[in-house]
């Protein structure tokens, strides 16, 4: 997988990133510095992303 592509485990597919659906995160991470990719078909949490200034 690339950085621009991530793995639906449910599905048993490839989500490109520009597809996938973001949300906040849960546990307390700012949302201005992080978000949960999901898969669009789905709903399943594809992974947990810094969008944050570094």
């Known amino acids: ?3 621009d592509t991530f793995y639906c ?3 048993e597919q490839s989500v490109a990133r520009e597809d ?3 949300t906040e995160t ?3 991470l700012d949302p201005e510095k992080w ?3 999901c898969c669009p078909d789905c709903g399943n949490r594809l ?3 810094f ?4």
């Open 1 to 3: 997988m690339s950085e």
């Open 9 to 11: 485990e449910t599905c």
């Open 20 to 22: 996938v659906i973001r």
């Open 26 to 28: 849960i546990g307390g």
């Open 35 to 37: 978000q949960t990719f």
């Open 47 to 49: 992974e947990t992303v």
């Open 51 to 54: 969008v944050g200034e570094e």
